[in-house]
């Protein structure tokens, strides 16, 4: 069993979009004619997929942290310090992790409120 889509609540699609195509390099796919509401779909890997959906009213959770909900991508740590400048250049507020791990990582805040964990795509998991 693997995950095949997370959906986000947003209040711009297309910024949200363009963030995540922008930074992380997802790639924006077409998207099913059957959504009434304004919505984005984007291409994470093979398989898994990141879909955004407007809603007016949205307001980012409390509980957005590392020691909360948080969602965790791997990226090549020897590309961080570009994905840095590339999330601080759309808005990200980059967060230093609070737990010391065997391997690099950061956290950062998206402009939606979201927070995202980026590990290194090299690492030996902890035990």
Known sequence: MSIAHFTLATRDVIASRDFFAG???WE???RPGNIDVEAAWLRIAAGQELHLLRVPDFEPSGFEREFGRHFAVEFPGDSFAGLKERLAKRGAQLID????TPFERFFFRDPNG???????AKRTPEV
């Open 23 to 25: 930074t992380l390099g």
């Open 28 to 30: 924006p796919i077409e």
């Open 97 to 100: 992790p609070i737990r010391e």
């Open 114 to 120: 979201y927070v995202f964990e980026v590990v290194d």
